[in-house]
């Protein structure tokens, strides 16, 4: 059923994402300049090379269970991270750490509180991060991993959520004005679920979503609208 959904969507939501019918001027510059973007960024190669580096390593079905992000997401998630170019980030769910590469690829004095219980029997996740663990603190309780970025909100804060976590957190982080990104939406039902209530808990902001990932931004300046795209 969802899968015809998309379908039926398809087109509006490719034409949503030229910015046609977009009438707040934040939401077509967002989905023109950055969720649409086709110009080439500076760690894209870099990207690029990892990702490659990581596929040529695996078999399909070793990458479909590590959770390995598509090279488009990892570019998008690289541009919403560098459009609002936050200070402290919180990541749950390590994935294979290429995510976390691309949001630090962005501003070198940014440092990012991972939260993962599982994080020492990720070996490719270690492996990745290993030379950016200076950046990187890591948390198996993501209530004081919450806590230490709200404790840092007197600068730009921003969340990647890969796996599902408890509708509070995500409830905190909104009323705290944090940007958060929801990946896995298709695959996890649940992932689909939180991000609903999420829309539901918002009162103003936006959100932009393919259906797969979600970018949630709870500005209290910005009417509260969803847009629905393509990527």
């Not at 994402?17 to 023109?32: D, M, R, W």
């Not at 479909?64 to 980030?89: G, H, Y």
């Not at 919180?90 to 962005?106: I, W, Y």
Request: include cysteine; charge should be positive.
């Amino acid at each position: 059923m969802k899968a015809l959904k998309r379908y039926r969507s398809a087109w509006s939501r490719h034409h949503r994402s030229g910015g046609f019918g977009i009438h707040s001027p934040f939401a077509y510059q967002f989905v023109c300049n950055v969720w649409r973007q086709r110009l080439p960024y500076y760690a894209y190669t870099d990207i690029s090379q990892l990702l490659d580096t990581i596929k040529s390593s695996a078999s399909r079905e070793q990458r479909d269970k590590m959770d390995l992000i598509s090279e488009k997401e990892t570019k998008l998630l690289f541009r919403v991270t560098n459009f609002f170019n936050p200070q402290r980030l919180l990541q749950v769910g390590a994935a294979t750490g290429v995510e976390t590469v691309a949001m630090l690829a962005v501003n070198s004095t940014s440092l990012l509180y991972l939260y993962d219980p599982q994080l020492e029997h990720n070996a490719l996740a270690v492996r990745v991060l290993q030379s950016r663990l200076g950046r990187v603190a890591c948390y198996d309780d993501i209530d004081v991993a919450t806590k230490d970025l709200l404790d840092s909100s007197e600068v730009s804060i921003m969340a990647l959520v890969n796996t599902p976590v408890d509708e509070t957190v995500l409830t905190r982080l909104l009323d705290a004005r944090c940007v958060i990104v929801m990946r896995n939406m298709r695959q996890d039902e649940e992932m689909s679920r939180l991000f609903s209530s999420c829309c539901q808990h918002m009162n103003a902001g936006q959100t932009y979503t393919n259906d797969k990932i979600a970018i949630l931004n709870p500005n209290p300046k910005l009417q509260r609208e969803d847009f629905s795209l393509w990527l």
